[in-house]
């Protein structure tokens, strides 16, 4: 299967910037969706952007405008750009994976592998 390892993170003010990245292997297939989720003690994993092997993206509403995923082809890496960071966006991020190709789907049971997460932190 999968593995996915999870860099970046860490604490910045609101209004700053963090990068994560999510490098990949044990890939069988040449298609592919990955994603990135987070979490808050007490509630459940909720989807925050996700991107297919063609680019196609799909972000949710609450980071529009403010993250941005890309994405290493070749290297089967996932990164996501987070700016204007608000103290609503503190959570642990995870980076998850699906080995076949789909729509880029903001939702945890779609995706069979998840790298371990990283914490982000935003207070003044």
């Known amino acids: 299967g999968v593995q996915a390892q999870v860099q970046g993170g860490g604490s910045v003010q609101p209004g700053g910037s963090l990068t994560l990245s999510c490098e990949t292997t044990g890939w069988t297939a040449g298609t592919y969706c990955m994603g990135w989720f987070r979490q808050v003690p007490g509630k459940k994993r909720e989807g925050v952007a996700a991107?297919?092997?063609?680019?196609?993206?799909n972000y949710a509403n609450f980071v529009k405008g403010r993250f941005t995923l890309s994405q290493d082809l070749a290297k089967k890496a996932l990164y996501l750009q987070m700016d204007s960071l608000e103290p609503a966006d503190t959570a642990m991020y995870y980076c998850a994976a699906q080995d076949r190709w789909m729509d880029p789907s903001l939702l945890v049971l779609r995706y069979p592998y998840w790298g371990q997460g990283t914490q982000v932190a935003v207070s003044s």
């Open positions: 991107i297919e092997t063609n680019g196609k993206t």
